[in-house]
């Protein structure tokens, strides 16, 4: 009988950090090898014995602490009599929706961005679904060149959390404050004016026609 398999690499990351499909992907995994496996009344070391894993890897693939190889979902789906697909159901579900904690936001390298400009996007959905693009702008230092002014499909609404500035829209300028909102067409040239009072953060949403 071959020696149980322990050499999964382990994510070193904690989980629930790792974002995105890879940390939607590990935990329907996990869900779905251990839906399985209670539906035979099987415990996690006759699973393990079965299908040539250790119990301690197995617990860590139930546990989402691991994402398995194609090599281990096979050996799994042999053991389980299910296909491989099936460890996948629910995939779909997890990602319709995303959560962004505060501050998990990805760092994006915006062209014309200087030191004190910060941008962060906020997570985009899959095709068909991906029309809505949620960025957090934070500006804690004045540019010394002037915003350039920018123009896409679609249109684009900006909510003012902290600081105060002047917000450029076609031929007009918005004072924008805590708490206020703006909604324009993005075909209009549009773009920060003035930065009165410092530090400024924004939520910048566009909706645009989705890439699918």
Sequence with gaps: MPQPVDAEPVDPRPVGRTGGLEEALGGVIAERVREFRLRLGWTVGRLAEACGLSKAMLSKIENAQTSPSL???????EALSVPVTAFFRGLSEEQDVIHVKAGGGIEIEHRHSEQGHRYQTLGTMRAPNDSLEPMLVTLTERSSEPFPLY??????????????MEYCCGSRRYLLESGDALQFVGEV??????????PIQFLAVKSVASHG
Aim: proline share 3%; charged share 15%.
């Design 71 to 77: 090599a281990t979902l096979a050996r799994l789906s």
């Design 151 to 164: 123009q896409h499909a679609g249109t684009e609404l900006i909510f003012m959390i902290s600081g105060k």
């Design 189 to 198: 040239a549009h773009g920060p004016g003035e930065l009165i009072a410092l």
